[in-house]
Structure formats: C-alpha cells, structure tokens
C-alpha cells in the first residue's frame, strides 16, 4: 500500500498520489498537497525555484533531538515527561541512588550527543540522575514512610548490603505484600544479584528466567546498563517479547523501553532494528486500543513516531554504511504504520530527514549507476551522452532515492533549507544545479535537528570536498571554500585531509589478485578512495595552486590561525611518520580532555581512575604506537614502574616499548569501541617481530595466540563481544599455532592442550559471533514482538577462514554443524553474496567444506566417515544457487592456491 502524507499545515490529505518506485518497491509517494504550495524542483522550474525564498509553513512541534531529552510536558495529560529517555524516576533512579558506587557506575543515562554518548558515559561524565540521587541511606529513609512496593523492598535490601547489615529482615508487611504477589521471599536477593553484578548475561539469565518474574521496571534498569554483550542483550528482548504478550506498559514505560532499546541495537546489533520497529507497531496499537488515560494523543503518538524514525537513523556502530539496509526496513514498517493510522500520521521533517539520511547511506540501484557512468571526466562532472539512447535523460532521471525524498518533502509543504541542501550535495546536485559526485554517507557528525546556519554552512563545503573523485578535485573545491564567504574552516580542512590520507593508504596498498577484487565494480562515491587524475589534461581541473601532502595541509592550517579540532588530531595522528612528529603534534592539546592528553603522554594514565578521554581519540593513540611499533619484547601485563622521563625517552627511542604501552593502555581503559582491540590484534598477528635468536617460530606463534586468548578474556571482561575481523584473526592465529604443535615443535602437554581445546574454543566463538545460541525455534509467533531474533551473518571471507580452521583440526561434526547453519540462513548468505557481487567467495567456502571433509585441510591426512561426507553433500546440493558440490578440478586448483585461499 502507498504511504499517504499530510501538508503539516492543514493536516488535510493529499489528493492525489503515484507511487515512486525504489529498491523494487513502494518507498514515498508523489504527492500534490490539498493548498497552493511553491514545490521546490518541479523538474522544468527546479532552477528558477531555488533562487526564491521558501520554508512557509510550519511543521508540528517535535522536541529536541532524537533520543535526548525534552523538557516539554506530554501532550496525554499524564505528568512531565523527558522526551523519549524518560524513565521512571521513582523505581530506577530510586534503585540506581541506593547502589554503592561501583554498581552505580554500571548505569547511567545517554548524554546529549547522538554521536558520542556511549563513550562519554563509558568513560566517567558525570550525569544528573546517579549525582543528584544522594545517599543509599536516605533513599531507603524517605521510602520508609511510602506504601510497601517491590522496588522499595528491592532498595532496602540493597542499601543493608551497602551497609554491611547482617540483620536484614523483611518486616511482616513486607512478607504479606510478596505472598499476595505470589513471589517468594528469596526472590529479592535473586534480583538485587541481577542489579549488582558486573556480567551483563549472568543479570539477563536471573531476569529472563521465567521462575524470576521480573518486574518490568527492572527490565527497563537492565537496559539502562552502559555496556551489555549482544547475548545478554538478545535474552532481555526475547523475554521482554513474551513478557509485554501479558502485561501492559505505559506510555512513559514504552518511550523509555524502545529508547534504550535502540540505543544498544545501534551499538551492538543493527539486525534487530526491524524487530524494535516490529515491537513498536505493536505495542502502540494495543495502547491505543486500550480504554485507560495511557491512550496516547495524536500530537504526542505524531511525535514520537517521528522521534523514532530519527533514531533508527542515527548510524551504528557496527558497520555503519553497511547497517543502513536494516535502518530502511524499520523506517519502512514505522511509514507503514504512520500511512494505515486513522487518521495517518503526519510525517514531520526530521523524520524526511531522517529517511534520506538512511538513503544516503545505501549503495547505487541499476538507474543512479548508469547516470554516475554518463558524469564525464570534467569537473563539474557534466553528462555526456554515449549513444542515441542516452538522449532525453535529464535530472528526472538522474535524481536519486534521496533526491526523490526531498522532493515528497517539499511537495508536503516543506520548504527548503541547509540541511536539504547539505543532502543534495550528497545525493549528486549542488546548489547552483551542477552535478557532483553521489556519494554513499552516513553524514558524519550532522544531526536531523541541526538548525545552526553557519555551522551546515561549513558542513555544506565539507560535503562539496568530500562529493568528488580526485585530490585535485578535491583540492579545487578547497581553494574555493578559502575565498568563499565563510572562510578557512575546520570542517573543509578535516575532509581535505581525509581525501589526502585515503590517496596515501590507496598508493601504500597492494592487490596481487586484482582480478578477484570484489570492488572493482565500484564506482566513484561508493568508496572513500580516491580515482587517478583523468589522462587527458583539458579534461583536469584547474587549480592555483598544487596538491599539498597531509602535513603541508596542517601547516597551511595552523598558518590561517585556525585550531585543530579534536577530530583533526585523532586523524593525523595516525598518519604521523614518527613518533617525534606524533609528540609534537599532540603535545599543544596537553590540557585537552581533563588533562588526559597530558597524562596519556606522560604514561600517568595507567594510574588515573577515570578517563574523560572519548574512544576515537586513543583509538588513534593506539592506532599510532601499534603502527610505528616493534615487537622486540614479549608485553606483559606487569606494571610499568618507571619515571615519566624514562617514559617519553623510551617513547622516543624504543620501538617495542611502544607496543608494550600500547598493550597496557588497552587493558587499563578496557574500551568498549572494538576496532581498538582489533587495531591491537592485527598488529600482533601480521606486524614484524624483532625477538632474539632464542624464540623461534613456533615460540612467536604460540606467544600470540597466549596474548590473543588473555585479550579475549579481558574484553569478556569489559562486556564487548567478538566481532568479525578479530574472529578471522583468532582462526588465523589458532591455525599457526595448532601447526607448529602439530609438527612436535612445542612442548608435549600445551600442543595436546592445543589441540584439544582448539575446536571447542572457536566453535564457541562462532556462536556468540552468530548469536546461535539464541534457540529461536520457541519463539514463532504470529505476533511482531516475539518473532525470531535474526542471527549475525558473517561476511563470507570470515566463513572462509571459519571452514580452513575447521578443516585443520579435522573438525568433521563442526564442518556438518556449519552447513546446517548456512542452509538454515541461505537468505542471509544470499545478502552477503549480493554485497560482494561476486559469487567466487561463496564458491570458495564450499569447496573449502569439500576439501575439510575430505581430510585435504587436516594435519591427520585422513577424512570424514562416509556417512557424514554424504550427509554433507546433499545438504549443499538441496541449495539450488549454491550450484552444486564442487568438483574435483575445483578442489585441485583450491589446494593448490590458484583458485585463491
């Protein structure tokens, strides 16, 4: 069914409506509004309409951004609330008051920036709700003269535990209030255990237990947790999916539930993002079916609906172009929804924002490709026709899905602004109507409420920068920001450098398979590598000046007086070429962060207890050591105790001692951005060593894969799961290590360790990897909410690499497991292979399959039982794409490595 809109002015329909058709189906409607409405870009004015003014009509009040707070008073008639993250102050904050302070720190609430909130909490701002709380104590004194609850019981508990009280007894009226609850006496201790401890699944377990009987306002405490690992996280939605099957949440409790809901999906697990969409269809038509004072309005049912558009399209932190796909498909249900709605629901506009942003992010369909080939090699990049066929195709058929958006937009009585602008920079037009290049974005930094003219201004020739395909392009399109009327900013010098460092890393990378490289279908915008120059010289750019290098540009910025931001540093520094540059380049930024900075430098940050440091900023730190390091030494986990001058000296002059501190700082701040770990990892695994002559080999491959195992427990330790390039590099490294045992270069009792642990240990890995562990056959329902929780799927090269070491250990029980697995999720796969475009990878996993079966990849030499082989074979053959079991010539060339391993 076509998604119907209303002019945000009347509220009236649209009278008329055609379906505009992407990715195979119904996205937006064009719509013609019910009032006389100056339309920005009715394709034959689109050029004399951008040169009047606009915005005149008003759009209906939505609050502040996203998932941050509003102090505006709900429209339900129910008391004040806090947007969408408010919560129940007198259960959860009461509970969080009473904890000793290193629970508390287990919870906090989101802070103001979209972009950076998690790692803000993570590492110690300070936030209102745990600060204004005051004492255990008093808390339980103020609730000593209230109605008995169970969470003023949970809390009496709690603070006699914080007192070391021994004589905790539950008073009579206490014991009467949980009998007539039917709930156990005992049943407190067991939830007071799920609020204190640190392991995120060990809490889900007591509270997903059906015997528990958790009240929903621990449930939503859960949630508010800072850091949870994505098995606890799909225990908690599972059970929250049966549980709302038989009890009813409030308005305020369903606000607060899909808030933090979204906020650990878009951290942790993308997948879910149609499953919390699901959750929230369902859950507001039950309330608005229901005869109570929760029923919500339709001014505030409106604004949450959009609220929840914006948030589904914030990027994740787990692959965030790539997650943009499941972003669509929640936003397309929630439209869905908004459209069958009696009457529909008002899209406002930020949620239009919030839908072109998710398009922003998807790749090109067949249509914007073929206009993105027609782009000359001029700049601007002009449309040349190539043959008779290309004749007649103007901007109606080169504007893109987001383009289209804008368009419905305006079309509902929208007008134009920065924003819309700094969107159509992106989608392929700039505001003078010349081409640039469409490029895939997930609009770094921007937020759907910005309203700051002059600061979408400087994001508006950031965009023109980052919208081109060359450095000299780029750098054109620099030197006009320069004489512009907004002047050198940092914005245009941060994407400047980010064209600069990607054509460096693109000059240092080598491909010797290039015809089995999966990009080379990409096209210009769909990477952030820059394309060579064009050959002929009447078709370059020109330009007054020459392409400066990476350093010559922060010079040239440091000249205009113009102060690095923090982004600006955490970029550069992993490109300084040494450390001396890298000292000098941070050392002004000293006082930066709390002083962080400084004591980062002076290594005194291994004994600060808290970090106001955000992620990216060591994570480049990290980035840096891990990059000019050596590994001359073993790290250890021992404390450094040396003096700070010994510190900087060693710093400077001691490659291995820059590991070693690198090592040290990632088990002291135990980071919750996974791409620290594995920046780690990788340069454990394929960097240099420079260790004497009396560690051989096998000594190396077995001191990596020892550093590797106490690094997975430590981020076990720190709630942050396994991801898919570290999963790849513990295969890589458990397979160097299994051979050297297997070759007897290793003592006797760790090689049978080895290799009797080694099959368990990554058959484990994978399950939390994939979340298989989660039995979703219980749980098929015809209801949205309690529908199967999806399961990751791996990108195919790790599958690979999953198989090999399968193959090594002569896992032949774990082989068959594993194309079970691919055959229970083939659509899945079939996703995977649609973003590769190339089926030789999927090609590859399955004769890998074959050849570990066939004992080819085993250290025994010998294969599988024939019954097993068999059982195998026909489940690959029943998959019709999968084309087959592979052949003998196929295994042959795979063996030996002309097929590409």
Not at 29 to 51: D, E, G, I, K
Not at 868 to 878: I, P, T, W
């Amino acid at each position: 069914m076509p998604l119907t809109f209303f002019t945000a002015a009347s509220g009236s329909p649209c009278r008329s409506r055609a379906t505009v058709r992407l990715l195979g189906f119904s996205l937006l409607p064009l719509t013609r509004v019910a009032r006389p409405c100056r339309s920005p870009y009715p394709f034959p004015l689109l050029r004399s309409h951008l040169s009047t003014a606009q915005a005149t009509t008003s759009e209906p009040d939505i609050g502040l951004p996203g998932v941050a707070a509003s102090d505006k008073p709900s429209s339900t008639g129910s008391t004040p609330r806090k947007g969408l993250v408010h919560i129940q102050a007198s259960r959860t904050h009461l509970i969080i008051g009473a904890l000793p302070e290193s629970a508390r720190d287990l919870y906090g609430v989101e802070a103001k920036s979209k972009w950076h909130g998690d790692s803000q909490i993570e590492h110690g701002r300070k936030n209102a709700p745990n600060g204004q709380l005051g004492s255990a104590s008093r808390i339980a004194s103020a609730l000593s003269d209230k109605p008995v609850s169970l969470h003023g019981i949970l809390v009496r508990y709690i603070t006699s535990l914080s007192a070391d009280s021994t004589n905790y007894r539950l008073t009579d009226k206490e014991k009467a209030f949980l009998q007539l609850s039917a709930y156990p006496e005992d049943i407190i201790k067991q939830w007071a255990e799920s609020v204190l401890i640190s392991n995120s699944v060990s809490a889900a377990e007591i509270l997903a237990d059906a015997k528990s009987r958790a009240p929903m306002f621990l449930i939503m405490l859960f949630l508010r947790r800072r850091r949870v690992r994505k098995r606890a996280l799909g225990m908690i939605m599972r059970h929250l999916g049966h549980k709302l099957q038989s009890e009813a949440v409030t308005w305020a409790q369903l606000e607060a539930i899909v808030t933090q809901l979204i906020r650990h999906a878009r951290v942790l697990w993308p997948q879910t993002f149609p499953w919390i969409s699901n959750l929230v269809i369902t859950e507001v038509t039950r309330l608005l079916g229901a005869h109570t004072g929760q029923r919500p309005g339709l001014p505030a049912l409106t604004r949450f609906c959009n609220r929840c558009l914006s948030a589904f399209s914030v990027p994740a932190s787990v692959h965030p172009v790539q997650s943009a796909a499941f972003q669509q498909k929640a936003q397309f249900k929630l439209l869905d929804f908004m459209a069958r709605h009696d009457p529909p629901l008002i899209v406002s506009r930020i949620g239009f924002r919030a839908t072109m942003r998710v398009q922003l992010a998807h790749p090109k369909t067949s249509q914007e490709r073929d206009w993105a080939l027609l782009k000359g090699p001029t700049w601007p990049p002009w449309i040349q026709e190539r043959t008779g066929l290309d004749v007649g195709k103007n901007y109606a058929y080169g504007a893109s899905r987001a383009s289209h958006i804008i368009h419905r937009m305006y079309e509902g009585g929208y007008g134009n602004g920065p924003w819309e602008n700094l969107a159509q920079m992106y989608a392929g037009w700039d505001t003078d109507l010349s081409p640039t290049i469409q490029t895939r974005t997930i609009l770094p930094g921007m937020s759907n409420y910005c309203t700051n003219k002059k600061r979408l201004e400087r994001y508006l020739w950031a965009a023109r920068i980052r919208t081109t395909r060359t450095r000299r392009e780029a750098w054109a399109c620099f030197l006009e920001s320069e004489s512009s009327a907004t002047g050198p900013c940092p914005e245009a010098y941060y994407a400047m450098m980010e064209k600069l460092a990607s054509s460096e890393v693109v000059q240092k990378e080598k491909h010797p398979r290039e015809e089995h490289r999966e990009d080379r279908h990409l096209l210009p915008g769909d990477v952030k590598e820059v394309f060579p120059d064009p050959d002929s010289l009447y078709d370059s750019v020109y330009i007054s000046e020459p392409v400066p290098s990476l350093g010559q540009l922060y010079d040239r910025m440091k000249k205009k007086g113009i102060q690095p931001t923090r982004r600006v540093l955490a970029l550069l520094m992993k490109f300084a070429p040494d450390v001396r540059a890298l000292l000098d380049l941070i050392g002004p930024a000293r006082s930066q962060f709390d002083g962080d900075v400084g004591r980062l430098l002076d290594g005194s940050i291994l004994q600060q207890a808290r970090i106001s440091m955000p992620c990216y900023f060591w994570t480049s730190f990290i980035h840096a050591l891990c990059r000019l390091g050596r590994f001359t030494v073993i790290p250890t986990l021992r404390p450094m105790a040396i003096s700070k001058h010994q510190h900087m000296y060693r710093l400077e002059h001691d490659k291995g001692y820059l590991l070693q501190y690198a090592y040290q700082l990632i088990i002291k701040i135990l980071p919750s951005h996974r791409a620290t770990w594995t920046v780690f990892l990788k340069t454990l695994l394929f960097s240099p060593w420079n260790l004497d002559r009396s560690h051989h080999q096998a000594d190396k491959a077995t001191i990596q894969y020892r550093i590797l195992d106490d690094i997975l427990d430590k981020m076990k330790q720190a709630e942050v799961d396994i991801d898919d390039e570290q999963f790849k590099i513990v295969c890589i490294a458990l397979r160097n290590a299994a051979l050297f045992a297997t070759q007897g270069r290793l003592p006797p009792d760790d090689a049978r360790k080895l290799i009797s642990t080694g099959p368990r240990r990554i058959r484990s890995l994978f399950l939390d990897l994939t979340n298989a562990y989660l039995d979703t056959s219980l749980h098929r329902s015809e209801d949205q909410a309690t529908r199967p929780l999806p399961q990751h799927i791996p990108p195919l090269v790790v599958l690979h690499a999953y198989v090999r070491t399968l193959g090594f250990f002569n896992d032949f029980e774990g082989i068959y497991s594993f194309i079970v697995w691919m055959e229970e999720h083939k659509a899945g796969i079939e996703f995977r292979l649609s973003e590769h475009r190339n089926k030789r990878w999927l090609r590859r996993v399955l004769i890998a399959v074959r050849a570990g079966m066939e004992g080819k990849l085993g250290y025994r030499g010998q294969g599988a039982p024939d019954e097993l082989s068999l059982l195998v074979k026909n489940r690959v053959e029943e998959v019709e794409s999968w084309e087959g079991w592979p052949s003998d010539q196929e295994v042959e060339l795979y063996m030996s490595n002309k097929y590409g391993r």
